[in-house]
């Protein structure tokens, strides 16, 4: 939109640069004038990695890194869109990088971004708990806050913060030669390497943000060698999952005393969502027991303390993307009342 300002994070190398090269390509194709301002690298450097993915010339380059010059250079071009690459490396009134430096430069480039009717994407390094770094200001000032993150081999971007749309839309995306590739199914992509017929592996549905999506997850038991077994739980909230265990050994007499348990999400996503409750008790069950779960079976529902499953949200889109990933047989709130019904009918 004309005048909205745009933040985007994520670590480095996960291709952000790549990413805004591939949009700012798109909208100079639709006859708008482009500046991409390069902070940290030199405009040969822009150009190499544009001829790379494929991007055709006419990206005008600005090169460039005190405030002053950069709002001097944008006043005489007049773009319709501008890219700051990135807003930790523009000077204002500190050094760059500073607290001071990007707020300053983030107020000063959104006032003018907005008095001129251009959209504005500022790139943004994250620190290590994930968020961009600087003053919260930066968050407040732009319309949108996106993050490019890394998921095995695949890159999600999801919005944390949107003020044309809905917030928790994401987009998956795959690094090629040419850039960054859409990813139309990414149910199948995570489904790809899914192992058949061995025990331990189960799918959830999952909300991915505001996107349905079908993940595996898989769970391993194994005698423990010490007094206070393990649990481990990567991709998913481990306190759920501690409850799971819990209702499993409560509720179903499964006997986890001794055993080591890990539970995993399958591609690297990280997933809090109480809909993939009962995947992780099918998978836990199926490797306790050692008996594979149905290859046409997906679920989705939370697990309650008492062992009953409970509704979740967008019930209806996750058993149409599993329909879509090719499954037939579900495990839902409705058509099962316990997780004690549910491993009997998904396990073989």
Not at 64 to 84: M, R, Y
Not at 91 to 105: F, M, Q, T
Not at 195 to 216: D, K, M, N, T
Request: charged share 25%; glycine share 12%.
């Amino acid at each position: 939109m004309p005048g909205a300002t745009l933040l985007i994070g994520g670590e480095p190398g996960v291709g952000k640069s790549t990413l805004l090269l591939q949009v700012a390509d798109q909208v100079r194709r639709a006859g708008k004038q482009v500046v991409y301002v390069a902070g940290e690298e030199s405009p040969q450097q822009v150009k190499l990695r544009a001829e790379r993915i494929g991007v055709d010339g006419g990206l005008k380059i600005m090169r460039d890194t005190n405030l002053e010059a950069v709002l001097s250079g944008l006043e005489s071009l007049n773009p319709e869109f501008v890219i700051v690459d990135s807003i930790q490396t523009i000077e204002s009134e500190g050094v760059p990088g500073s607290l001071v430096a990007v707020r300053n430069a983030t107020q000063a480039l959104v006032r003018w971004a907005k008095g001129n009717d251009t959209t504005l994407v500022l790139v943004g390094h994250v620190t290590k708990e994930g968020t961009v770094a600087g003053p919260k200001v930066i968050e407040h000032v732009v319309d949108a806050t996106l993050y490019l993150e890394t998921a095995g081999i695949y890159r999600v971007l999801r919005s944390a913060k949107n003020r044309f749309g809905a917030v928790g839309e994401v987009g998956v995306f795959k690094m090629g030669q040419g850039g960054l590739l859409d990813v139309e199914n990414p149910s199948e992509a995570f489904l790809a390497e899914r192992p058949l017929g061995v025990s331990g592996s189960a799918v959830g549905l999952a909300l991915y943000g505001e996107r349905a999506i079908a993940l595996e997850v898989q769970a391993l038991a194994a005698r423990s060698h010490y007094a206070a077994p393990k649990r481990v739980a990567q991709g998913l909230d481990a306190r759920r999952v501690d409850v799971v265990l819990a209702v499993l050994e409560r509720r179903l007499g499964l006997e986890l005393g001794k055993l080591d348990v890990y539970v995993n999400l399958a591609g690297g996503l990280r997933v809090a969502d109480p809909g993939l409750d009962l995947a992780v008790a099918i998978a836990v069950y199926s490797a306790v027991m050692g008996r594979p779960v149905r290859s046409d079976t997906a679920a989705v529902g939370e697990v309650g303390l008492a062992g009953e499953v409970r509704s979740v949200n967008l019930l209806e889109a996750r058993v149409r993307e599993g329909r879509r990933a090719g499954f037939e047989n579900f495990m839902q709130p409705g058509n099962i009342r316990s997780v004690e019904d549910a491993v009997k009918e998904a396990i073989l």
